[in-house]
Structures are given as structure tokens and as C-alpha cells.
């Protein structure tokens, strides 16, 4: 981090400070919830974000809630590879393998999507069908896990008091630092992810600070949701 501030305008480096600072207390709020509870938000998210895309015909509307489509999405879904498929595998044997590999599987397939969609613009003709095209994957995958996976592992952390609520607070956590963007070649495997995404991560959060987000001129802060 320290090899990078030179390279920084002062504004800059103010911003991306404030991307780190401890949690405020609009996430401490949501501390309490469960591992299913704080996914199913990020589902939610996605799914208005994706809606408003969708419904809506101006350019620069469109790519600001595209910009917080690809931010939510790739850390989400980096955040479940690092906490939540490991936990099935140590917690329901050789099913929660075979679920961890389902949903690795098809987050490779989501991802190579997403970095397609992430570096189209708007006033492209194949923004809209590309964004479609990828959310037919994910809302499959988002189904598989909310009746399937999600309700599987809260059973089997039911002996466990609070650990749902501890896996929540990583998931958050490990959302502030992972890569805002797609990167598939990083692959699925959380120890080499890990790797991958502490030299992707900083890259990405310093871009997205020239990106346009939903009433922002600058990338949301991550410590806040």
C-alpha cells in the first residue's frame, strides 16, 4: 500500500482512505444478522440493481448502476468463495463438497460474464442482452442457494450458537478488501485467491474512484456495506 501513495494525487488518497476506515455504525447494525440473512441482502441488491439497468433507457443511468452491479457482484461472490464454500465443506462432509463445487463452478461461469459485462459501455447496443445474458446464470444460481444451499448450512451450524452471526461479520469484512471487479484467472480456490485478490484489490478500489456510481462521483465505501 505504502509503494502506491506516490503514484496518488492527495484527493485521491483521501478518498481511498476513507474506503478503509473501521466500521461505521450503519454496519455495525447489521452485525447481528446470519450468513443466510447477509447473503440474501446482497441478492436483493443485485437483483434492483440489475432492474434498474433494465427498465431504464438513459446511457449514464445505466452505466452508473452498472458500475454498482459489477461492485457488489464480483466482491459478493469473491466473499463466498473465501467464507461461505469452505464452511459447507467443513460443516456438511462430503454433500457440502459437493455443493461447494456446484456453486464454484458456476461462480467461474458468472465471473467470465461479468468481465465481459463490466468493460462495456452503455451506449453499447450489447449492453442490455449481455447483462441479461448473465443474469439468467446468476438468478438460477441465486435460487440454488437461497431454498438449497443457505437453508443446508444454517442447519448445520444449528448446534453451533452464533457462528452464522460470525460468518456474517467475515462475509462483511472480507467484502471491504477483496477485488471490486472481475478477475476469472484468479480462479475459485480460496488460497489462491486470497493471493490473487490482495494485488488486485488495491488496483481496483483506486480505479473505481474515477468511476460513476448512483449519486456518487465516487466508488461506495466498502467498510459500510
Given at each position: ?11 485521491a488518497?483521501a478518498v ?5 476506515l473501521p466500521l ?7 452485525l447481528n ?9 446482497d441478492?436483493?441488491?443485485?437483483e ?11 446511457f ?9 452491479f459489477?461492485?457488489?457482484l464480483?466482491?459478493?461472490?469473491v466473499?463466498?468463495?473465501?467464507i461461505?464454500?469452505p ?7 462430503s454433500?457440502?463438497h459437493e455443493?461447494a463445487?456446484?456453486?464454484?463452478k458456476?461462480?467461474?461461469?458468472v465471473k467470465?460474464?461479468?468481465?465481459e459485462?463490466?468493460n ?6 450489447d449492453?442490455?442482452?449481455?447483462l ?10 441465486i435460487?440454488?442457494e437461497?431454498?438449497?444451499d443457505?437453508?443446508?448450512?444454517e442447519q448445520?451450524?444449528?448446534s453451533m450458537?452464533g ?12 467484502k ?5 471487479r472481475?478477475?476469472?484467472s484468479?480462479?475459485?480456490n480460496?488460497?489462491?485467491e ?8 488495491p488496483i ?6 474515477f ?8 466508488s461506495?465505501?466498502?467498510s459500510?456495506?
Amino acid at each position: 500500500m505504502l509503494a502506491l501513495r506516490p503514484l496518488m494525487s492527495t484527493p485521491a488518497r483521501a478518498v481511498f482512505r476513507r474506503q478503509f476506515l473501521p466500521l461505521g455504525s450503519a454496519a455495525s447494525a447489521r452485525l447481528n444478522s446470519t450468513i443466510s440473512e447477509a447473503i440474501i441482502k446482497d441478492h436483493r441488491e443485485l437483483e434492483q440493481y440489475y432492474n434498474e439497468i433494465t427498465n431504464s433507457s438513459d446511457f449514464e443511468h445505466q452505466q452508473r448502476f452498472g458500475n454498482q452491479f459489477t461492485w457488489e457482484l464480483a466482491r459478493h461472490s469473491v466473499a463466498e468463495e473465501l467464507i461461505v464454500y469452505p464452511a459447507f465443506e467443513r460443516h456438511m462432509g462430503s454433500k457440502g463438497h459437493e455443493m461447494a463445487e456446484d456453486d464454484r463452478k458456476e461462480h467461474h461461469k458468472v465471473k467470465l460474464l461479468l468481465k465481459e459485462f463490466q468493460n462495456m459501455h452503455a451506449e453499447s447496443v450489447d449492453y442490455v442482452p449481455k447483462l441479461k445474458e448473465l443474469w439468467q446464470l446468476l438468478a438460477k444460481h441465486i435460487k440454488e442457494e437461497e431454498e438449497r444451499d443457505l437453508p443446508a448450512l444454517e442447519q448445520a451450524l444449528k448446534s453451533m450458537e452464533g457462528e452464522s452471526e460470525k460468518m456474517a461479520t467475515k462475509f462483511g469484512l472480507t467484502k471491504a478488501f477483496v477485488p471490486s471487479r472481475s478477475h476469472p484467472s484468479a480462479g475459485e480456490n480460496p488460497y489462491f485467491e486470497s493471493a490473487m485478490g490482495m494485488l488486485a484489490a488495491p488496483i481496483d478500489h483506486i480505479a473505481d474512484i474515477f468511476r460513476k456510481f448512483p449519486e456518487k462521483k465516487v466508488s461506495p465505501n466498502p467498510s459500510t456495506k
